[in-house]
């Protein structure tokens, strides 16, 4: 019997809409009812997550920010697992050289020096997750729907560097050569032994502190409430979402996942705008 679900939330829990269906919200009520834990892991903070997940009446632990912060169904801050901002000041000399645009997720919000570039960049995640909707229709959605309420677009974000009070959960940065991206992304690793480099979308990359992954936010969840990561499910479309997926029992990948999820994943279920996640929680609760 499933003791625990993980599922993404861009591409996988959201459809292209950026809803939880009442499908799988159904679903996820169902599963909980059983006393099976239900828990978001996401590139988003907690806040950009609860900004769907309360229209649909879920309430449930937010592994965020890949793993960077972790906080309870009350909002409790449980964990955080940050960069070192000498680490970050060093790596965004890099993207500066490089002329890569990048943005800063801390505690106190996303910091941007170009607010348009952001858009762009936004809308190149969400296309990534969605990518049948046409692209003036996702930044329209957008702008509709308030998503950057979050962004601070200031002329100099080093000048957050001098402020002891935040804390680097993450740097995201965006590129139209996917390609390129890549390179520079194993390149970091290689520079910076302290980090992870991950994706969500076709040209970003996104950095964090090397203990800042879902899987093992997820592991250590699992373990603090005496279940079994062999008993856990999880389910995902994206690069960011491997390192969970490797580690349960039951990896699910979205009919709409990128190929080494895919690969990589004994399970597959249905598109996000066909409610896979609904359809995968109903067939495991069906498994003996």
């Known amino acids: 019997m499933i003791e625990c679900i993980a ?36 590139g988003r903070s907690y806040e950009e997550a609860r900004l769907v997940l309360d229209p649909a009446g879920i309430d449930c632990t937010v592994i965020g920010l890949n793993g960077a912060e972790v906080r309870d169904e009350e909002g409790r801050l449980l964990k955080t697992s940050v960069l070192n ?24 919000g996303t910091f941007t020096e170009d607010y348009e570039e952001n858009m762009d960049m936004l809308v190149d995640l969400f296309h990534s997750a969605n990518p049948e909707v ?38 995201l940065a ?20 302290d980090i992870k480099v991950t994706s969500s ?19 250590e969840y699992v373990k603090k409430h005496g279940l079994s990561m062999k008993k856990t499910m999880a389910i995902g479309d994206n690069l960011n979402d491997i390192s969970m997926l490797e580690r349960v029992g039951y990896p699910f990948a979205m009919g709409n996942a990128e190929k080494e999820v895919l690969e990589l994943c004994r399970y597959r279920t249905e598109r996000n705008d066909d409610d896979g996640v609904a359809k995968a929680i109903y067939r495991v609760l069906e498994m003996p």
């Open 85 to 108: 901002p000498k680490t970050a000041a060093r790596i965004a000399t890099v993207f500066d050289n490089l002329g890569i645009y990048y943005e800063f997720f801390t505690n106190e």
């Open 7 to 42: 599922s993404d939330m861009d591409g996988t829990l959201l459809n292209s809409k950026q809803e939880v269906s009442p499908a799988n919200a159904e679903a996820i009520k169902l599963a909980q009812k059983k006393g099976i834990h239900f828990v978001v892991t996401t």
């Open 201 to 219: 979308g076709f040209r970003n990359i996104e950095v964090n502190h090397v203990s800042a992954q879902k899987g093992i936010a997820l592991e």
């Open 134 to 171: 046409p692209v003036e229709e996702v930044r329209a959605h957008i702008q509709q729907r308030g998503i950057r309420r979050y962004i601070h677009n200031k002329g100099e974000t080093r000048d957050i560097f001098h402020n002891p009070s935040i804390l680097f959960y993450k740097i």
């Open 174 to 193: 965006f590129n139209e050569d996917e390609h390129r991206l890549r390179k520079i992304g194993k390149s970091l690793e290689k520079d910076f032994p």
